[in-house]
């Protein structure tokens, strides 16, 4: 019988910090989640003020900002930002968490404290190497992105004082991803302008243009490529995902091409303009694939967009919110071919030929992936965790391993990490979007400090938007595990609304998620009802299935 490996003590706690609630096991089945309060993110108070300010140009009024910093922020009915620039010290670390979550970093923070106390400008000069280890512990964050990002900044604001190690892959510091597929590609905004600005003076050695090919949990150490070791006393994994590629397209053809980092924008941008696209096929449905289609339409292609699935976004969204989606689409001059897939390709150098299984055949002079991701977790293999899907995690967001234990030195935070939210069920899930990036960087860095045993559950309440020819959308929770779904606000026809989205449990129905159209501030109403549950109420007409 094979003897799992000995892993090494947990890191120890250097600050004291405050009672968690208790994590307890995890509850299988529905969970009876009224006993939790409102998602808010734990943040670490500043004791000093900042002043912000905000680019008009650069803001689409998401709303993210007022949810984050209510205080700080608000939209007006009539649709404009208005703010406070001189925030105290009191609200200090909410408008830092607004300017981490703005999608469009639209927001700029001055002064204050950088994270561990240090006051901006004056932070203490790095340190590395044998001589540095000495006396010091170290944190290794594996993935230069906006979780491994999150945490790092984090784990300096708890006072963690050793050395802090950041390796990332890119030759460039962390970056806001989602306006690639929409503002870069267009030109509305540069690559400066993608850079995060909440915690540009974080006190860390940086090592880009660096690649992990193996961990050893054992011997506690990553090796890199080249072969040189780099040991730790923790580690976050946060290297994310890589965009989903079919195994049947042109791998090597200069006119297939998929959009996860910039880099790729990058050589979609240069590929479609030395192409003179006319028009462009986007394969997949979801809101990455959704936005390209937004893109190329403004720019006056002509685009296909080709879905495995039918309505749009049904998966996500369901079927009569998915419907609305794709009436928004058809209406900007969108084909779309749903429940199809391409089942021949044909690269003619000139222009790419499409066949689709119901014997449509589509040339274009381009085609963009937007398939999704596939977790980052080749350099695990052989490291003993459990990848069943990206990295899996226990609710404090520590990574387990094979036999289910858990690992008290490593935490895994972002896309690449999977893990059981208690505030619906004890299925452990993947969420890839930029603000639970953010939460989950910042409560993996905490458990990571107070050990498995003292950390508190990963609970939070998802949210994410998109913007479709114009429209809004933006939604909290988990839709797509709703089974019944109630327009509350609004109505479909008008396409401006407020859906909430519900699943039976024995508890009564629990709402898992709201979807608003073009409604952000009515959505702020529904965040703290996610995770509830909801007696059986008898004659709501409005109330149907997905």
């Given at each position: 019988?094979t003897?799992?490996?000995?892993l ?7 600050v004291r ?7 307890g096991?995890?509850v ?10 409102p ?13 912000i300010?905000?680019?008009?140009n650069r803001?689409?009024?998401?709303g993210?900002?007022?949810?984050e910093a ?30 981490r ?24 000069p ?10 010091r512990r ?7 992105g906006?979780?491994?990002l999150?945490?790092a900044?984090r ?5 963690f004082d050793?050395?802090?190690v ?8 962390a ?5 690639l597929s929409?503002?870069?590609l267009?030109g ?5 302008e993608l850079?995060?600005?909440a ?11 660096t690649?992990i ?9 990553l090796?890199?490529r080249?072969?040189?070791?780099l040991?730790?006393d923790?580690l976050?994994?946060?290297t994310g ?18 959009i ?10 240069e590929?479609?303009?030395?192409a003179?696209?006319?028009h462009?096929?986007v394969l997949?449905?979801g809101?990455?694939g959704?936005e ?15 879905v ?5 976004l049904?998966r996500?969204?369901?079927?009569r ?12 001059g ?10 021949d ?5 000139h222009a790419?030929?499409?066949s689709?299984d119901?014997g ?5 002079d381009f ?6 991701g ?6 695990l293999?052989g ?9 899996r995690?226990?609710?404090t967001?520590?990574a387990l ?8 030195h ?10 059981p939210?208690?505030?619906f069920d004890?299925r452990?899930r ?5 603000i ?5 960087g910042?409560?993996a860095?905490?458990?990571?400090l ?30 797509a595990l709703?089974?019944d ?14 859906a909430?989205?519900?699943r ?5 129905h ?9 409604l952000?501030?009515r ?24």
């Amino acid at each position: 019988m094979t003897r799992p490996p000995q892993l090494p003590p947990p890191l120890p706690v250097p600050v004291r910090l405050p009672a968690p609630v208790p994590a307890g096991p995890p509850v299988p089945g529905p969970v009876r989640t009224d006993a939790f309060p409102p998602a808010r993110p734990v943040l670490v108070p500043e004791a000093e003020p900042v002043r912000i300010s905000v680019d008009n140009n650069r803001c689409h009024i998401y709303g993210i900002c007022q949810q984050e910093a209510p205080e700080v922020f608000r939209i007006s009915e009539g649709g404009s930002l208005h703010y406070t620039a001189a925030v105290p010290a009191a609200l200090a670390a909410r408008a830092r968490q607004a300017v981490r979550c703005c999608p469009m970093q639209a927001i700029a923070i001055r002064g204050g404290q950088t994270p561990g106390g240090a006051t901006s400008g004056a932070a203490r000069p790095l340190r590395s190497g044998a001589g540095a280890r000495a006396g010091r512990r170290r944190i290794v964050v594996a993935g230069g992105g906006l979780a491994g990002l999150s945490a790092a900044a984090r784990l300096r604001e708890r006072g963690f004082d050793g050395e802090l190690v950041i390796v990332g892959e890119e030759s460039r510091r962390a970056y806001s991803r989602p306006p690639l597929s929409k503002q870069y590609l267009s030109g509305a905004l540069d690559e400066d302008e993608l850079s995060f600005r909440a915690d540009e003076s974080l006190d860390a050695h940086w090592l880009l243009g660096t690649r992990i090919t193996d961990l050893d949990p054992h011997a506690a150490a990553l090796e890199l490529r080249g072969g040189e070791r780099l040991p730790f006393d923790g580690l976050v994994i946060a290297t994310g995902v890589d965009a989903r590629r079919l195994p049947e397209a042109p791998l090597f053809s200069d006119r297939v091409r998929t959009i996860r980092t910039l880099e790729d924008a990058v050589a979609v941008r240069e590929a479609m303009h030395a192409a003179r696209a006319r028009h462009v096929v986007v394969l997949g449905g979801g809101f990455s694939g959704c936005e390209l289609a937004c893109t190329a339409r403004e720019h006056g292609m002509d685009v296909s967009l080709v879905v495995h699935s039918a309505p749009l976004l049904r998966r996500v969204l369901g079927a009569r919110i998915g419907a609305v989606v794709g009436s928004i689409q058809r209406r900007a001059g969108v084909a779309l071919h749903l429940g199809r897939t391409v089942v021949d390709w044909q690269d003619h150098g000139h222009a790419l030929r499409l066949s689709l299984d119901d014997g449509t055949v589509l040339t274009c002079d381009f085609v963009v992936l937007g398939l999704g991701g596939v977790p980052r977790v080749e350099w695990l293999r052989g490291s003993g965790l459990d990848l069943s899907d990206g990295v899996r995690c226990a609710p404090t967001c520590h990574a387990l391993d094979q036999w289910g234990r858990t690992t008290p030195h490593i935490v895994a935070a972002g896309d690449v990490a999977g893990w059981p939210n208690a505030r619906f069920d004890d299925r452990p899930r993947r969420v890839e979007h930029l603000i639970h990036a953010v939460e989950m960087g910042q409560h993996a860095a905490d458990s990571l400090l107070r050990g498995p045993d003292r950390a508190a559950r990963f609970t939070p309440v998802p949210r994410f938007w998109s913007e479709q020819h114009g429209t809004r959308i933006q939604a909290v929770g988990m839709p797509a595990l709703g089974t019944d779904v109630e327009i509350v606000e609004g109505s479909l026809r008008a396409e401006r609304f407020v859906a909430r989205y519900t699943r039976p449990t024995p508890y009564g129905h629990q709402v898992v998620g709201a979807v608003a159209f073009d409604l952000p501030l009515r959505l702020l109403d529904y965040r703290d009802q996610v995770g509830s549950s909801r007696p059986q109420t008898a004659g709501l007409g409005r109330r149907r299935r997905r």
